[in-house]
């Protein structure tokens, strides 16, 4: 996934460095030149000095095919600002905004901003979701909200087809409900095979959904959904 950063402070910083780790292309639009340096020497990612509410900056940042943009700078005027011209211009499919004062969170939403977040550490974990929606399909929360039943199709040129259910590093938070095959519902075991076209049900904790989708390798490139 190709993510624009708009703004390189603290909350900017840990956000892209989070979405590396997770095999993400994050790309920072900051003003402040010294931020920009050790922003590309620390993450050895491409940073834009610029201002994010700027075309030009965005069309730098290759905002033209970004899978989402994510304003994180510390003015929520700024940031509706950057979401706006992100979604009317560039037709920036996900757009997200960091509320630095709740009450902004309404007016933010009515203007057309899909998600709005106050905590820096939830970031990176919604537009993760948002991103994999692709490749699952949300049943129904379980324990709280914090579980969920997903449901997924396993592509005509699944990598891991013909593979038994014991030989996948599954997250140990997550286990394979159902298997629907031709029609016929079965329960899996250990020995049961993985193969092209299945519809799998899956009980996962909601932390954990990434290292699913990983394990399951329904995010490698090439796979048709």
């Known amino acids: 996934m190709r993510a624009i950063v708009v703004g390189g402070g603290k909350v900017g910083y840990y956000l892209s460095r989070t979405l590396l780790e997770h095999g993400h292309d994050p790309i920072i639009i900051e003003k402040q030149k010294e931020k920009c340096r050790r922003i590309s020497d620390d993450l050895d990612i491409a940073v834009i000095n610029g201002d994010g509410s700027s075309l030009e900056a965005l069309r730098m940042a290759g905002a033209d095919d970004a899978d989402a943009l994510i304003s994180v700078t510390g003015t929520d005027e700024d940031n509706l600002v950057v979401c706006e011209i992100a979604k009317q211009v560039f037709k920036i499919p996900k757009t997200i905004a960091r509320v630095n004062n709740p009450k902004n969170t309404g007016i933010m939403k009515m203007l057309g901003v899909d998600i709005t977040v106050s905590s820096t550490a939830s970031l990176a974990y919604l537009l993760e979701r948002e991103a994999e929606t692709a490749a699952l399909q949300n049943i129904m929360s379980l324990n709280g909200g914090n579980?969920?039943?997903?449901?997924?199709?396993?592509?005509?040129?699944?990598?891991?087809?013909?593979?038994?259910?014991?030989?996948?590093?599954?997250?140990?938070?997550?286990?394979?409900?159902?298997?629907?095959?031709?029609?016929?519902?079965?329960?899996?075991?250990?020995?049961?095979?993985?193969?092209?076209?299945?519809?799998?049900?899956?009980?996962?904790?909601?932390?954990?959904?990434?290292?699913?989708?990983?394990?399951?390798?329904?995010?490698?490139?090439?796979?048709?959904?």
């Open 147 to 225: 579980t969920s039943l997903v449901e997924m199709r396993l592509p005509k040129n699944y990598p891991l087809h013909g593979q038994r259910v014991m030989d996948i590093p599954m997250p140990r938070e997550s286990i394979i409900v159902s298997i629907t095959r031709e029609g016929s519902m079965i329960i899996p075991k250990g020995d049961t095979l993985l193969l092209s076209g299945d519809k799998v049900l899956v009980v996962c904790n909601d932390d954990k959904m990434h290292s699913l989708i990983t394990s399951l390798r329904m995010e490698d490139k090439g796979i048709k959904f």
